[in-house]
């Protein structure tokens, strides 16, 4: 197994971790750990991709897996803040629904042998996600109140943008058959 590999692993691997700190009272201790090991999960992310590509190490494994544990990481992180009353069950309801919907398509087009790259809008989608997350996960108030809501209609913006993006650069997708 290759390092990148290795990481998506390990990124799925502290994902119950993750909910575990988020969601058993501990404190301003639970939160923090909470807090680092979603920036560890999400750093990996952006490493793996870069060893797979910088080593050539790209494998079936690591396409498949590494969108899905991304996926996994955010969406687990958003049903928390969820039950935390962080962040309002729509949203994360619309986000999932992308999610899905992309899958699905990535689907179809493996199945006829296309491979649909990531877009610039679904990379800024999983960056805006992830810094407000980490901004919904700190919880500073004040000030960072406007922030923490400027970034969850940013997410959803992008999520919305970037879902009509990958529609209608690969509407061929949904006219093949088997």
């Known amino acids: 197994m290759n390092i990148p590999n290795s990481l998506t692993i390990l990124r799925m691997v502290l994902i119950p971790f993750f909910v575990f700190f988020m969601l058993v009272d501990m404190g301003a201790a639970g939160k923090y750990t909470a807090l680092a090991i979603f920036i560890i999960a999400s750093l990996t992310d952006t490493l793996d991709g870069y060893l797979a590509r910088k080593n050539h190490q790209v494998t079936n494994f690591g396409k498949f897996m590494d969108p899905l544990a991304d996926k996994l990481l955010v969406c687990s992180a958003m049903i928390c803040l969820v039950d935390k009353q962080r962040l309002t069950s729509w949203i994360v309801i619309v986000i ?36 407000m997350i980490i901004l919904l996960i700190l919880d500073l108030g004040g000030m960072f109140t406007v922030l923490e809501e400027i970034f969850v209609w940013l997410a959803l913006i992008l999520t919305v943008v970037s879902l009509v993006d990958y529609v209608a650069k690969n509407k061929k997708v949904l006219s093949m058959q088997n």
């Open 96 to 131: 999932i629904a992308r999610e899905f919907i992309i899958s699905g398509f990535r689907l179809v087009a493996a199945d006829n042998g296309i491979v649909i790259a990531a877009s610039y809008w679904g990379k800024a989608k999983t960056v805006s996600q992830m810094i």
